[in-house]
């Protein structure tokens, strides 16, 4: 199942060109990128790992993009997003974040139904390996 | 003036006389390399460079010749003519104040005009800010500064400190390491510019040849003579709304010859301070008279006494 999370991912997976137009339109805003990975993209897990610092007073893409090669090349089975946080009075929040890696096999999500307090139904999703096995 | 780049200018499309029209080309090939030089901007930055820098006459003819280089690469390119991208990385060797910095920074907007740059700003460090107190210290350290000096120009002053062979645990070799990979694969996305005395540069190239031969450029900034120095001088004053009246002329024209003979004599760097002193002493100099008007004049005015109260005057007097 393919994961739709952050700007971009109803759209073909990015090419490393538009990847580094996108970085260049961040730092233009003046916002610092960051990348980081995990290998459970469930939505409610906002955690994901940092791949080193945050890259401040970067001028330039290739600064990014070198990261990125970097984390790709050691993380090949995890996703890694790129985000660009706004620093700027009042947003001081991440302002853009896109995948730019998904594993060769991508997970699913099962729906799981929960008996709850008295008959009431509760729903959790529940991650699938992509072969449909529950996790 | 003519320089480099105007002759090379005259010299395509195909002449007869010149070296170029030896490439054997058909004439529907030619490259109108007068276009080029007017669309990258740069002569506007090499007329600057003359006129806003006192002296430095190689050093101005090194510049001219690597951008007429460096545009006649990117002609060849337009007619396919590949000879890979030319290594841009430099070293600047010359005394201190002898305008390092300041060439550096008018190369990147050389080299952003020419487009071999995407950004052309420049970043400058020294050992410091490359190499780590502890281990594993330094090399996310340098990766930092280079990343952040991608799209421009690296620019470090006194780079011979990088390497200190009466330490063999030193982690400069390490900072080294990283910029020799650097400086190979990303050719396209930074150029390094080496700056420090000559012979120390000199013998850190002996002992890294692997820096040296990735080096294409090595320029080398002549001192300054003492009109030059003084036409500095002038140029700074003029810059923050100053001038000499004429016996401060000849005061400074003095000071020059004095303060050259002194240790720690850094050319303009020296200047600047030595004008810096004179606009305290200045404005000194009109406070304890303050309860006479101002003229517009006395507050630009810079006279003898202002400069002659240096120290420098006062031990040249002084038997040695």
């Known amino acids: 199942m393919r994961i739709t999370q952050g700007t971009f991912s109803f759209l073909p997976d990015l090419t ?11 730092l233009s805003q003046g916002w610092a990128c960051a990348v980081e990975y995990t290998d459970d993209p469930h939505p409610r897990n906002t ?33 890694v997003k790129v985000t660009a946080f706004d620093s700027t009075l009042g947003f001081e929040t991440t302002r853009l974040s896109f995948i730019v890696q998904r594993p060769p096999a991508e997970a699913g999500f099962a729906l799981d139904r929960i008996e709850g307090a008295g008959r009431s139904q509760r729903y959790a999703m529940r991650r699938k390996d992509a072969d449909g096995k529950r996790r | 003036m003519e320089s480099a780049a105007d002759r090379r200018n005259g010299a395509v499309p195909p002449g007869a006389n010149a070296p170029a029209a030896s490439i054997v080309a058909p004439p529907a090939d030619t490259v109108a390399l007068d276009a080029l030089f007017r669309d990258s901007n740069i002569g506007e930055t090499l007329d600057r460079l003359d006129r806003e820098l006192v002296g430095l006459a190689p050093v101005k003819r090194r510049i001219r010749e690597i951008a007429a280089f460096l545009l006649v690469s990117r002609a060849r390119e337009q007619i396919g003519l590949s000879t890979g991208a030319p290594g841009l990385h430099m070293c600047f060797t010359g005394n201190p104040g002898t305008g390092k910095t300041t ?28 190499v780590g107190q502890y281990i594993g210290h330094t090399a996310p350290k340098t990766k930092e500064v280079l990343k952040k000096a991608m799209g421009g120009v690296l620019f470090i002053d006194e780079a011979y400190y990088l390497y200190r062979p009466e330490n063999e645990r030193d982690y400069g070799q390490e900072a080294i390491e990283i910029l020799l990979q650097v400086m190979e694969n990303q050719r396209d996305d930074l150029v390094v510019i080496l700056a420090g005395y000559k012979d120390r540069m000199e013998a850190f190239f002996r002992s890294n040849p692997g820096m040296s031969s990735r080096i294409a450029h090595h320029v080398d900034f002549p001192d300054y003579d003492d009109e030059e120095l003084f036409a500095i001088a002038a140029l700074m004053l003029d810059s923050m709304h100053y001038r000499l009246s004429a016996s ?59 400069i002659r109260a240096s120290r420098v005057f006062a031990s040249a007097g002084e038997p040695q």
């Open chain 1, 47 to 79: 955690f994901w790992e940092m791949w080193g610092p945050p890259l401040f007073d970067l001028k330039d893409a290739a600064g990014v993009l070198v990261e990125v090669v970097a984390c790709r090349a050691a993380q090949p089975e995890s996703y």
């Open chain 2, 248 to 306: 401060a002329q000849d005061a400074l024209h003095e000071y020059v010859a004095l303060r050259r003979a002194q240790p720690h004599f850094a050319n303009a760097r020296s200047m600047r301070n030595a004008l810096d002193r004179a606009r305290l002493r200045h404005a000194k100099r009109l406070f304890e008279e303050r309860e006479t008007p101002l003229s517009r004049d006395a507050l630009m005015t810079i006279e003898a006494e202002d």
């Open chain 2, 103 to 130: 060439v550096a920074m008018r190369m990147a907007a050389l080299l952003h005009g020419m487009g071999y740059l995407r950004k052309g700003h420049l970043v400058s460090v020294t050992r410091d800010d490359l």
């Open chain 1, 16 to 26: 490393d060109e538009e990847i580094r137009a996108q970085i260049e339109y961040a």
